[in-house]
């Protein structure tokens, strides 16, 4: 929470945890009221998928969505839901130049003009609103692998010709943790996706609260 200047404290529930939870009948109530039990507040946060389909499983009494949708209506504002618009690379992709940074392995990529320039004719405007032309087709991840090739291309040229080492070396899901460690998170970077924005009222609620955990 330095971003904020605050003492807030983020405890990351594990992926298996969540799913071990979620298979067992109120799994989930049982999970976040432990969690409450030595945190002020529990945040689910899941990828949005596109409006039909929220509109599809938001139809389905039993899906996910709407069963953590349930205890979040049942914890009494302890708990609350914010659906990643688009995937997490929509988040990522708030700071181009930060993905730059990664690739080079030099924060100092930062402060170099050439990289700055590049970094500005590839950072889209909000990056939640980066969409699938058609069933298939570019969306945030994709969109963010064609800009990890274009960076790696940058630092060497000559993996134009080695499509393999190319994409062995482009941006893969398993590479966001390290990713995000180079992102900027600052006003200008936020405000590029509306469900960081709302994460982000969210932890700043909490920091002028009272600071807290989650």
Known sequence: ?????????????TKQGFNDAAREPDGLKKAVDAYLK???LVIFLIDADSAKSQAQRRGERNSLVNRIQA????????????????E??????????GICCYFTKN????????W?????????????LIEEAELGGKNAKEYLESLSQEILIKINPKLKNK?????ERQYREDKSPEVAKYIEISS??????????????????LAESDNGEI
């Open 71 to 86: 205890v979040v209506n049942n914890s009494a504002g302890k708990a609350i839901l914010i659906l990643m618009l688009q």
């Open 116 to 128: 700055i320039k590049f970094a500005k004719r590839k950072q889209p405007g909000k990056t939640n």
């Open 88 to 97: 997490l690379e929509a988040w990522l992709l708030v700071d181009c130049l």
């Open 163 to 167: 499509l393999q080492n190319l994409k």
């Open 188 to 205: 200008q970077t936020i405000k590029r996706n509306e469900s960081l924005e709302e994460f982000a009222r969210r932890l700043q609620v």
């Open 38 to 40: 030595r945190n002020d």
């Open 107 to 114: 924060a100092e990529t930062r402060s170099s003009e050439e």
């Open 1 to 13: 929470m330095k971003y904020y200047g605050c003492n807030v404290t983020i405890v990351y529930g």
